[in-house]
């Protein structure tokens, strides 16, 4: 089989579907074997109806709609397992990665690589967003040892099986840059064109980027933690020196309860650190799927259904009394 999979995660995207399946269609309709897998998040607005008349009119367009929103890393995961091309490009529905450029990643992806990323050229984001997204990187691979591919974006072509791979991890966590090279997978990146959306608003929260930047920190490396265990035998070691020196009066009342200041904020910032650690854990092992789909027009998984598959049929109807016989 040949080809290429389109996966489009739409959130509310109404106004923008029509547009990305014309740019998708228009850039790369002359690939055999291409497929529009469009993944509805759950969308509030008609984002779904749209898609379901572009199915209806191209047979190449296939869609998955969620129950309710569950979040992007659920559509991409939904994405990568239902593809059903031997390649797979991720794009935004806002069109912000122009399609055209999908054939820059394809050439490069055609030197045997495996995953190939797009790194944003002269990015048209909000400043908060370029100094997070640079920052978090740099400090996972120069402080933390994380290989993450420098300015990798969510704009990427990936050979389908790897991908498949990546997405059915048994981890919560979210960061697909981080996986591709945790499990050997040969990547590079390529810098590609960024354009400002044209419709519809940005989902971009600033809880989000921090959310994204923990998931990566305390995600892939136990440093941190490795950091917290020699501070706080050095803090212990600290504390009972001082200790004995107070008793001998060599340091001041003021200067003990500085020092004990400073050791219960550590120990509250210590505590927070664990708990992350152990929120992340928890979500590791929580058996609840991350998405479960109402509607495609394929067939899909029993357990990805929300009914588990089960045939809808209509709730009983009240019965009208029988007439008594005079």
Known sequence: MTGLTAILPCYNEGEQVDVAYRSVTGSLGAIDGLELLFIDDGSRDDTLARIRALAEKDSRVRYVSFARNFGLVAAVTAGFRYASRPWAVQLDADLQFPAEETWKLLDTA??????????????????????GAAGTHSVARKVLGIEVPQGASSFRVVRTAVGRTIVNLPTANSHFVAKAPQIGARYTTVPVAHRPRTAGTSKFRFGRLAGDAFELLLG????????????????????????????????SASTLVACGLFVSALGVASTALVGRYLHRRMLDARTRRIYYVREANFPVADEDMLD??????PPPARRLPLEVAS
Do not use: I
């Open 308 to 313: 588990g598959g089960t045939a809808s049929v």
């Open 220 to 251: 892939f490396s136990w440093r941190p933690l490795n950091f917290l265990y020699g501070m706080s035998a050095v803090v212990v070691f600290l504390a009972l020196l001082l200790g004995v020196l107070g008793l001998f009066g060599v340091v």
């Open 110 to 131: 055609a030197e045997g690589y495996d995953v190939v990323f797009g790194v944003r050229q002269d990015r048209q984001d909000s400043w908060v967003r370029r100094v």
